[in-house]
């Protein structure tokens, strides 16, 4: 069974950063991309970013593009969100998520492409 933990999440002031990181145990984690989505209060759960397994590629939605870098440390099984001047409208559950399919050549926006999801850390940004 895989199991993923997200960590990192607080408040912050609009503008600051965080770092967010999403430690992975129970399969080979350098063989799947990973992904992180948020989901804000009333909202559906969306993409935020995607990573392949080896890390070469990665995905942003257009929102978070120039402030948000997806990263990951295969020898730590772990993969980083850090976030940079965030805005009130990231305020958000964020989730980590592991791709279903080993070694996918480009990284996954898709939400039923990931069949783990770690609990979610809070992101709250006051303006």
């Known amino acids: 069974q895989v199991q993923l933990v997200e960590s990192g999440g607080g408040l912050v002031q609009a503008g600051g950063s965080l770092r967010l990181s999403c430690a992975a145990s129970?399969?080979?984690?350098?063989?799947?991309?990973m992904g992180w989505f948020r989901q804000a209060p009333g909202k559906e759960r969306e993409f935020v970013a995607a990573i392949t397994w080896g890390g070469s590629r990665t995905d942003y939605t257009d929102s978070v593009k120039g402030r948000f870098t997806i990263s990951r440390d295969n020898a730590k099984n772990t993969v980083y969100l850090q976030m940079n001047s965030l805005k009130a409208e990231d305020t958000a559950v964020y989730f980590c998520a592991a791709d279903r399919t080993p070694l996918r050549g480009v990284p996954t926006t898709w939400h039923d492409n990931y069949n783990y999801w770690g609990q979610g850390t809070q992101v709250t940004v006051s303006s």
């Open positions: 129970g399969r080979t984690f350098t063989r799947y991309g």
